[in-house]
């Protein structure tokens, strides 16, 4: 199965091995549910400076790892935050933790395919 995110293209041209790719992929996922976490603790301390510079990380490894529609979604809650407008956060968290259970089940789904169990 291809996955959703052309892993293998990135695979391909980083001149890595799909071994190493499920490692990499592996630390985005944990990554990417600390930073939700993060947000969601930042937002209840009404820390947004930190709230905007969280969505402003998942922005760019979502980008640099091809999970476009995170990025997308990351985006356009960037985009907001740099207008101070935080009246929508909660949503756009929500919509981050659904859109990453979608990515791990590809990106998991595609290793396993291809025999590599992720750690």
């Known amino acids: 199965m291809q996955s959703k995110y052309d892993i293998a293209g990135l695979a391909a041209e980083f001149e890595f091995d799909l071994d190493t790719m ?32 969280t ?37 756009h968290v929500r919509k981050l933790k659904k859109l990453l259970g979608y990515a791990e089940t590809d990106i998991k789904t595609f290793f396993i395919d291809n025999g590599i169990n992720m750690e």
């Open 22 to 53: 499920s490692k990499l992929y592996s630390e985005f996922i944990c990554e990417m549910h600390e930073e939700i976490n993060e947000i969601e603790k930042f937002l209840a301390e009404e820390n947004r400076e930190m709230v905007k510079r």
């Open 55 to 91: 969505v402003h990380n998942i922005k760019g490894v979502t980008a640099n790892l091809n999970i476009h529609d995170i990025y997308q979604e990351a985006l356009i809650f960037d985009v907001l935050l740099k207008k101070d407008f935080f009246d929508d956060a909660d949503m």
